[in-house]
């Protein structure tokens, strides 16, 4: 049992700390994981809602001590808040550890910044933005940017905590605004959490999971997106966008919305998971005979569309180019223009015209190095 020095107030229950202790450290039973962290499985279930800030805290602990610091005292505070008198199964145990390793850090941090706590963090803040957020955004993949937009938003949590809402610097809320627009591009879809934070969950390791989500990888030889020219006309200095599926390849081109863009790459992948696992037993591999399949379900009103209204279709397969990867393509670019297609998904034959002349042009984007300066502004007027 813990002891009962000087940690605990009214009917033994610990009392919040002051953000600089005096007094000496009390002897509990530490619980730490492997890294000696805090992590999920030791936090109670009551208190699930502070996980996503000790793991922001253990993040940032190499790289800014003082305010990993400030992130655990904000847990503290948080769960001393939800259950007061500690009387969820394990709270007493938890918050005297924590509070105990909140006594050491904080006398070891204290001397490691000579600036206020409040500057300390609101100068992280905004270098962490710049640097994983703003600047990470077409280099890091889409679980990296999920994790850095989690513990961004964490850190402007703790700093609103700390000061007057007054007090934020203009720059700091308006990257709080950016950050919030973009955590709904990786929170988790449906049943899917492409983008989980943390313990990966255990159906993103079935084999027909893995079989379809490394076929829609596979970006290697698709011609890269030109990141120096944008619709608007500006420009910046060359570089290429990170693309990390055949969705983002197709989005970037044709300029899905992102929200589309992230229900239909679950959409196809469970598709494909689905027919995978009927076909065949269970492999990390897509079958053709899959592909081929939803291929024939998802083009067969298109196809017949072709041959009503006497037109050639134009899913082409040109041998110098993978037939997989094509038809994943295009049932893709399918199911992309459907989930914007508003009122005009319930008009088939619509959907097949649109369909007819977008495909064209991505066969052609596939013939290209490079995206041409102009695509965006022909495709807008087509």
């Not at 006398?107 to 409040?118: G, P, V």
């Not at 937009?149 to 905590?161: C, F, G, M, N």
């Not at 298109?302 to 049932?331: A, F, G, M």
């Amino acid at each position: 049992m813990a002891s009962t020095s000087g940690t605990k107030g009214p009917q033994g229950v610990p009392r919040p700390p002051s953000r600089r202790f005096t007094r000496s450290a009390t002897k509990v039973v530490e619980l730490p994981n492997e890294e000696g962290g805090v992590d999920s499985e030791i936090v109670p279930s009551s208190l699930a809602v502070i996980v996503p800030i000790l793991r922001a805290a253990m993040e940032i602990e190499e790289e800014n001590p003082r305010v990993a610091y400030l992130c655990r005292f904000h847990a503290f505070e948080k769960a001393h808040n939800m259950d007061p008198t500690s009387s969820g199964r394990g709270v007493r145990q938890f918050k005297t550890y924590l509070l105990h390793r909140l006594e050491k850090e904080g006398e070891i941090t204290e001397s490691m910044t000579n600036k206020s706590d409040a500057r300390e963090l609101q100068t992280y803040y905004q270098y962490f933005y710049e640097t994983r957020i703003r600047d990470g955004e077409n280099t890091q993949k889409p679980e990296e940017m999920a994790k850095n937009v989690q513990i961004a938003t964490v850190l402007y949590e703790v700093l609103k905590a700390m000061v007057p809402a007054q007090s934020i610097e203009e720059k700091t809320r308006r990257y709080s605004a950016d950050v919030e627009s973009k955590r709904g591009e990786y929170e988790h879809y449906n049943i899917l959490p492409l983008y989980a934070v943390g313990v990966k969950p255990p159906i993103m390791d079935f084999p027909e999971i893995q079989a379809a989500l490394n076929a829609l990888r596979r970006v290697d030889h698709l011609p890269p997106i030109r990141h120096d020219v944008h619709r608007d006309g500006s420009t910046h200095p060359t570089h290429y966008k990170k693309v990390n599926d055949i969705l983002d390849w197709i989005s970037y081109i044709f300029g899905f919305q992102k929200g589309n863009v992230a229900n239909q790459r679950e959409h196809l992948i469970l598709l494909l998971a689905n027919m995978n696992i009927r076909n065949k037993a269970a492999s990390e591999e897509l079958d053709d005979e899959t592909v081929d399949n939803l291929a024939l379900k998802i083009f067969k009103n298109y196809e017949s569309w072709c041959h009503y209204v006497r037109c050639k279709s134009n899913t082409r397969y040109p041998d110098e180019h993978d037939k997989q990867r094509l038809q994943l393509i295009y049932i893709a670019l399918y199911l992309l223009i459907w989930g914007e297609a508003a009122n005009v998904r319930f008009m088939p034959e619509c959907i097949c015209y649109i369909f007819h002349h977008v495909s064209f042009q991505a066969i052609i984007m596939l013939q290209f190095l490079h995206v041409p300066a102009g695509v965006f502004d022909l495709l807008s007027n087509s």
